[in-house]
C-alpha cells in the first residue's frame, strides 16, 4: 500500500456484534498506520496536521482538520463547473482559475464526460487546480463514474458533437505543444475557450457537422481514451472510491460486496484496465464489480431512490445495507452522485447517505450548481448564483 507524509486518521467506530463478520473482511484494508492516539488536528507549530494519502490510485485519506467540500456530476459544462467550485469556494471568480481554497480538500464525484463539450478543459481545470491546492497545503481528488468507464470501454453513445470536436482541438494543440502531456493538459482549460472560437470562425466556411467529422472525431476520442491512451492513463490515476477521515465518497454507491472485496483492491483493478496491456498483464479485464452491472460501485442507484416504488420494508433493507457498509469501513457517512436530484442537494437514512448530483450540466437539468460543504463533521449544502450563495441545509453529526 503506497503512503505519502506522515501517517494519521481519526479513529475508527467499533463494530457492533451483528456486523463483526463484515468488519474482519476489512480489517486487512485498514491499516494500522492509519490510526493515531492524540485527537489534535495540528502540529505543534500550530499548523494543521499534513494531508496522508494511502493507496495508489488514493484510496484512504486523512486530512484533520480541513474543511471539505464535494461537488457532484459536471457533464462537459464547463460554465456550471467553474460555477460550482466557485461556490465551493476553491476558485476564483476572475477568470484566472486559481486555487482560492488554502487547505481545503475538494471531491469530486464522476461523470465529468458526456453530454457537454467542454468535458477535457473541466479534467483540465482541476489537474491544474490540484497542482495549486498542493502548494497550500489542500487537496483535489477525483472519482470516477460510469461515464468515465463507458468511455474507456468504447461507449460512446452520449457523447456530445462538440466533445468529439474538442478530442480533435486536443490533439492538435498536445502537438503544438511537442508531445508533452502534462504541459498540455494543464494548460489547456487556460486555452480551450480560444481554440473553440477559432474552430467555430472555420466552420462557418465549410458544410455542417457531417459524418466524416464525426469519424474523425470518433478516432481521436479513441486514441486518447482506450485502455493505454493518454486520457484513460490520467483517469486512472483516480478510483471509483475514497475515504476521506470519516466520509466515503463514490459515484454511485457501496455495497458490503465491494467492501468485502476490497476497497484499494477495486481501485488498482479499475486503474489497471484503464491503463490498458503490461509487461505484467497483457490483457486486464474491466472490474465487473467496480464498472458493471446494476448493483455496482458506478451504476448503483440504491441508495438514491425514492417514491412510492420502495415499501417500508425494503427501505429498511436500504438501510440495513447502509449502516453495514459505513461500519465496516469506519464512516459516518456517504456522498453519491449519479442520480439527478430535482429537489437539489439532500440527504437520507438520518443523513447517512448523501446525494449531491443536482443535474447542473446544461445536457441533464440545467439546474443551479449546488456543492456539499463537511467542516468538523457537519455538513451542508449550498446553492449559487454568480453574486450570491445561499445555505439551503445543515446536518449536525454528534
Known amino acids: 500500500m503506497a503512503t505519502l507524509s506522515l501517517t494519521c486518521s481519526l479513529p475508527l467506530q467499533p463494530p457492533s456484534s451483528s456486523q463483526s463478520q463484515s468488519r474482519k473482511l476489512i480489517d486487512s484494508i485498514v491499516s494500522t498506520p492509519f490510526q493515531y492516539s492524540s485527537s489534535s488536528t495540528t502540529s505543534s507549530n500550530g499548523s494543521l496536521k499534513p494531508i496522508v494519502v494511502d493507496g495508489d490510485p488514493p484510496t484512504f485519506v486523512s486530512a484533520p482538520g480541513r474543511r471539505i467540500v464535494a461537488v457532484g456530476d459536471l457533464h462537459g459544462d464547463l460554465d456550471k463547473a467553474r460555477c460550482a467550485l466557485e461556490t465551493a469556494g476553491v476558485l476564483s471568480s476572475d477568470g484566472q482559475s486559481l486555487w482560492i481554497g488554502g487547505e481545503t480538500v475538494l471531491v469530486q464525484l464522476g461523470d465529468i464526460l458526456d453530454r457537454g463539450e467542454d468535458e477535457l478543459a473541466i479534467l483540465s481545470l482541476l489537474k491544474s ?62 486555452v480551450s475557450a480560444r481554440w473553440k472560437q477559432d474552430r467555430k470562425v472555420s466552420q462557418n466556411y465549410w458544410a455542417q457537422w457531417n459524418l466524416v467529422k464525426r469519424q474523425k472525431g470518433v478516432i481521436a476520442r479513441s486514441i486518447l481514451m482506450r485502455p493505454g491512451g493518454p486520457l484513460a492513463c490520467e483517469l486512472a490515476r483516480h478510483g471509483v472510491v475514497l475515504k476521506v477521515d470519516d466520509w466515503l465518497f463514490c459515484h454511485g454507491g457501496l455495497l458490503p460486496h465491494h467492501v468485502a472485496y476490497g476497497l484499494e483492491r477495486l481501485n488498482r483493478e479499475v486503474s489497471r484496465w484503464m491503463k490498458g496491456p503490461s509487461e505484467e498483464n497483457d490483457s486486464p479485464q474491466i472490474p465487473f464489480i467496480a464498472t458493471r452491472g446494476y448493483d455496482s460501485i458506478v451504476w448503483n442507484r440504491l441508495y438514491s431512490r425514492d417514491g412510492p416504488e420502495l415499501e417500508n420494508y425494503q427501505l429498511e433493507q436500504v438501510q440495513y445495507l447502509l449502516e453495514e457498509t459505513l461500519q465496516s469501513v469506519g464512516a459516518k457517512a456517504m456522498v453519491v452522485g449519479h442520480t439527478p436530484q430535482p429537489m437539489g442537494v439532500n440527504c437520507k437514512y438520518n443523513c447517512r447517505i448523501w446525494r449531491i448530483d443536482v443535474g447542473m450540466s446544461r445536457g441533464v437539468l440545467d439546474s443551479s450548481p449546488e456543492v456539499l460543504e463537511i467542516r468538523d463533521n457537519k455538513a451542508r449544502a449550498i446553492r449559487s448564483t454568480r453574486d450570491r450563495s445561499n445555505e439551503l441545509q445543515v446536518a449536525d453529526y454528534t
Do not use: P
Open 129 to 190: 487546480l490540484d497542482i495549486q491546492a498542493k502548494a497550500h497545503g489542500g487537496a483535489v481528488f477525483q472519482v470516477n463514474g460510469n461515464h468515465e468507464t463507458m468511455n474507456v470501454e468504447g461507449d460512446y453513445r452520449y457523447v456530445d458533437n462538440g466533445a468529439l470536436d474538442e478530442c480533435i482541438d486536443f490533439l492538435e494543440y498536445l502537438d503544438k505543444c511537442e508531445r508533452n502531456w502534462e504541459e498540455a493538459f494543464v494548460s489547456w482549460c487556460a
